[in-house]
């Protein structure tokens, strides 16, 4: 059994991964970004009687105090789930709305995990999973602050897998589609906050169109829940995870498209 700490395990595929790793029998480490999520985990515990396998900790990226915490317990696997994203036209967007994606969903779980890094190099072993998306393998209109965010996380999973390779460290990224947890709804919503259809030249319309083709065709949690549960505590598994996997191949056509493109064309599932 593996002793895996998972952070954003408050909500959404965090929460529902870390207790059906905990109902395998395994030793996780649930990070909550605040306290008040601790109390609806703590009822599925009782519930399913899962107080020697899930443990909860407050776990929140900019908070010093929590990130201490959590990288002192030796673990075998991390599983860097935590993020958030904002929606709405780059072309257009508070630039500052994409450095907070920017700083949560790379710069703070980078920051975060490079201790731990030290610690599975000292040790010779251990694996680190960056749960990612199909979104930092392609890219969506109004999701772009997302996209780029979750582009740079697959260029740091990639460069720390081929550096830690030779210290025993594993480095593996899980690329979920789209997942009907709410969390693709609120952040297609977060645009809302800023967005004045009077000064911009993007129509809200155009926004809401686009984002229904996604929130449209979300697909039930549990699919990803129960391929996260496989794969995390695998000995080995694929670098790249991609589910559901048919998404896999849509990536691939993705990029091979932009090389064809012309300057005045735009994808053709757009």
């Known amino acids: 059994m593996k002793k895996i700490l998972i952070t954003g395990a408050g909500s959404g595929l965090g929460k529902g991964t870390a207790i059906g790793l905990a109902k395998k029998g395994h030793h996780v480490i649930a990070g909550v970004q605040v306290w008040e999520q601790k109390s609806a985990l703590l009822e599925i515990i009782k519930k399913e009687k899962l107080e020697d396998h899930l443990k909860i900790i407050k776990l929140d990226l900019f908070d010093e105090i929590d990130c201490q915490h959590a990288q002192s317990y030796d673990i075998d696997i991390l599983v860097n789930n935590a993020g958030m994203g904002h929606s709405g036209p780059v072309g257009e967007m508070p630039v500052g709305l994409l450095r907070e994606v920017m700083e949560t969903n790379v710069f703070s779980t980078l920051e975060f995990t490079q201790p731990i890094i030290k610690k599975m190099v000292e040790k010779g072993k251990g694996k680190i999973i960056f749960v990612s998306s199909v979104a930092g393998l392609t890219t969506s209109p109004y999701l772009g602050a997302y996209n780029a965010s979750k582009h740079a996380l697959e260029s740091v999973a990639q460069s720390l897998r081929d550096e830690l390779h030779d210290f025993g460290v594993q480095v593996a990224t899980i690329n979920p589609g789209p ?18 259809e009077v000064e911009t030249f993007t129509t809200k319309k155009t926004i809401e169109k686009t984002s229904k083709k ?8 549990q699919i990803m829940i ?12 694929q670098f790249r995870n991609v589910v ?13 498209e932009q090389y064809k493109l012309k300057s005045n064309e735009k994808s053709s599932s757009k």
């Open 226 to 237: 129960d391929a996260m549960v496989e794969i995390i505590p695998q000995d080995v598994h």
């Open 244 to 256: 559901p996997e048919e998404m896999g191949e849509m990536c691939l056509k993705y990029e091979q």
């Open 179 to 196: 997942f009907e947890t709410g969390f693709n709804d609120r952040m297609y919503d977060t645009y809302e906050q800023w967005f004045d």
């Open 214 to 221: 996604l929130l449209d065709r979300q697909l039930d949690p």
